[in-house]
T-cell receptor, first 115, second 113 residues
Framework: DAGVTQSPTHLIKTRGQHVTLRCSPISGHKSVSWYQQVLGQGPQFIFQYYEKEERGRGNFPDRFSARQFPNYSSELNVNALLLGDSALYLC??????????????FGDGTRLSIL | DQQVKQNSPSLSVQEGRISILNCDYTNSMFDYFLWYKKYPAEGPTFLISISSIKDKNEDGRFTVFLNKSAKHLSLHIVPSQPGDSAVYFCAASGGTNAGKSTFGDGTTLTVKP
């Protein structure tokens, strides 16, 4: 079975541009979360979507937005890119969104570099 | 204010010996704790978890201990193997939603043959 897939693998942008990152969850998983991992730190929660609704948002500016589609895939959008947005962006999926403790399954991430 | 802390950035152990990785948390609302392992160029992989109603959970060579009064958990790997060399992340969540996990900064484990 396919795991969580993310595209693209690597991306180089310049300051001020916008970017769209994509994620396909494991088949049957309805919850998708996005994390930002800066070098030397742990993943930091950005968004969670469950059944196409936003269920949680981390401490990130409004330049960050996301959505989930009817097939449960998801996009993360970042506008007006800053140098500090350079990071590994991880997508994670799980079968349920809430009321059930369960681990998440992570993709291999998109490495975003801002010049 | 970091709510999940892994105070040891790195740990080196000999093959066959025990590896002990530690994690401290500050948020009393956390009730579900997880350990993930991460190899370079790959995403984190779930290793083991523990609910706050337990104080120990075992899975093969891996055991997680939870001390709620001290807000401390640890991961024991026995015996350690060279293939265990990776970055280990401690994560915590509350309200039965691990989709909003808070992670520590990781401990790099090196197991020497």
């Amino acid at each position: 079975d396919a795991g969580v897939t993310q595209s693209p693998t690597h991306l180089i942008k310049t300051r001020g541009q916008h970017v769209t990152l994509r994620c396909s969850p494991i088949s049957g998983h309805k919850s998708v979360s996005w994390y930002q991992q800066v070098l030397g730190q742990g993943p930091q929660f950005i968004f969670q979507y469950y059944e196409k609704e936003e269920r949680g948002r981390g401490n990130f500016p409004d330049r960050f937005s996301a959505r989930q589609f009817p097939n449960y895939s998801s996009e993360l959008n970042v506008n007006a890119l800053l140098l500090g947005d350079s990071a590994l962006y991880l997508c994670a999926s799980s079968p349920w969104g809430e009321r059930v403790n369960q681990p998440q399954h992570f993709g291999d991430g998109t490495r975003l570099s801002i010049l | 204010d970091q709510q999940v802390k892994q105070n040891s950035p790195s740990l080196s152990v000999q093959e066959g010996r025990i590896s002990i990785l530690n994690c401290d948390y500050t948020n009393s609302m956390f009730d579900y704790f997880l350990w993930y392992k991460k190899y370079p160029a790959e995403g984190p992989t779930f290793l083991i978890s523990i609910s706050s109603i337990k104080d120990k959970n075992e899975d093969g060579r891996f055991t997680v201990f939870l001390n709620k009064s001290a807000k401390h958990l640890s991961l024991h790997i026995v015996p350690s193997q060279p293939g265990d060399s990776a970055v280990y992340f401690c994560a915590a969540s509350g309200g039965t939603n691990a989709g909003k996990s808070t992670f520590g900064d990781g401990t790099t484990l090196t197991v020497k043959p």
